[in-house]
Structure formats: C-alpha cells, structure tokens
C-alpha cells in the first residue's frame, strides 16, 4: 500500500496505526504535529488511528523561524 | 523608576524583546544569543518533518524550556493555510498562542490585511492568542483589535531588511491609540531601531536577522538587550521637546572677564 507522507509517496507494507508510524520512522511523537486526511490529530487519538492505503499524512514539527 | 509589565493576554514578560529562532550559524549560538537578550518569548516557525533525513538535531533541544514559544505563520499566502497552520503549531506546541503572518506579496514580505483580519477573527473564535504581523496602519491595527487581536505587531520595515523604523509617524498614532499591547515586528537593523521603536511607545519589539544575521549574534543579542530597556526608560523617562537653536548647558551669569 502506499500513502503520500509529507506530500512524498511512501510504501507501506500493512495499515498501521500514526503511533506506530512515528515509531517507525523514529520521529518522538512528543514534538510534532499530525494531520490525517486533512484533520488534525490530538496526540490522544495517535494509537486508534489508522492510516491505510491512500491516505495523506502530514507530519510537522518547529524549525527555526521569526 | 517603576514600569508597568508587559502583559499580553494575561501572561508577563520581564523583558520587552522577542527575538527568532531562525537563520542562526548555529544552534549552540542561538540558545547563547537568547541567554545575552534576556528575551522570555521566541518564534519559531511550523514545518514538515524531514523524513528522509532524521539526524538533524531538534530545534527545541536549544531552547530554554523557560522561554515562552510563539509558533508563527510564517510563509502563508491564504488565510486558509495561515488558520491550518496555526492549529498544526498549538498541537505540536500545546500552546494556543501564533504570530499570525498571512502574506500578500513576495518579494516585499508585505501583509494581505484582508485575510489577516479574516484570519484573526476565525482563530479567535477558535481559542487562540492571536498577534498578527501588520502593516503600520492605523486602520488596519484598529480592525485587529476590534477582530479580538491579543496585540498589534506593525512592521518597522520589510522583514529582513535592516532599514529601521521607516514612518515613525504612523507609529506614534498607533500607540497614541493602540489599545491593546504594541509590539513593533520586523525591520530592525541595529541596536538605535530597537530604541527607537521603543522610545515611540511600542510595548515590545520582536526582531529575527537584525540578531541572527549579525558577524557576532550574541554580542548583538546583548545589544539588543540594552537597546530596548533604555528606549523604554527613555520612552517613560519624557523626552526633552526638539528645539531649532541652542540653548546653553551652564550658567550664563558670572562669567569671569565680562
């Protein structure tokens, strides 16, 4: 399956929840910011979300900025 | 002499400078340049995570966890992206509080008001501390805070341009009728803008490259430091008025040989 991370396509092998997707791609989920098919994510619903084929997930955190 | 606090939307800063997090040599002189501003509050912007590359060291590392963080907008074009935007940084940070940038020209930097203040309404009613980046117009800092904006920040000169305050007569109005806080943003070059700005009334001043562009940042962060409390002494202080000739410092009486 494969989804569109960060406006990249990204293969994934099986739908798994965000949770295990920032454990994957070793991002602490304490420093950023999820949006699932364009909702926002509260860091509570993490583990019960899904993402699956075709979804669009944008994760973003702080950079340096004015 | 005593200064009243600065208090934005119920929360007191000590120190009246804002300074970026952005455009530093590095991190480590960042974190030493905030330490010589004495600032409590810096920027910082909202960007994807890069995923192909995950050794970059994490900005927040070097950021004093007592310093107050204020997500901006920085880049949005659209009300649209400045409002989703804003509610990605207050679920990254926790915090409901965004510098609002909703931009309307490229190459000047210079804000869209129209969607500002449509921007400024919408977050409001979504719970957030709004501080919009304006233009140094009184209509338009008016309508922000009739939109419910926590402070007006106006623009000294283009961000990133280093040339000063550029009408300091639309400033005085403004703070002659601001009535929520006032923080002169962008345009600073060196440490007599900041004094000046504050020496006009402004409650506070937020500056990014005028630091982080400097040959010695931290040593300008310092300056910076000064620059502002002695514009803001001065400024409480009641400037001398401007006179056109001069008029003699010691007494003109006994004067020897007349």
Redesign the interface.
Known sequence: MRITLNGEPYDLDEPLSVADLLVRLAIDPRRVAVEHNLVILRRPLFTETLVQDGDRVEIVNFVGGG | MTDSPFVIAGRTFRSRLIV?????PSHAV?AQAHAASGTEMV???????N?SD?SKE???DYIDPGIF?L??T?GCYTAEDAI?TA???????LSNWVKLEVIGDERTLFPDNEALIDATKILVRDGFVVLPYTNDDLIACRKLEDAGAAAIMPLGAP??SGLGIQNVNNLRIIREFARVPLIID?GVGTASDAALAMELGADGV????AI?GAQEPIAMAEAMKHAVIAGRLAYLSGRIPRKMYATASSPVEGMVGR
């Not at chain 2, 920027?43 to 995570?49: D, F, G, H, I, N």
Request: glycine share 14%.
């Open positions: 970026g997090s952005g455009k530093y960042m920027t910082v912007a909202v960007r994807r995570v995923i995950r994490s900005l927040l963080l997500p901006n920085a989703r509610h990605l940084g207050r679920e990254a940070g961000i990133g962008a937020l500056m990014q490259t982080a």
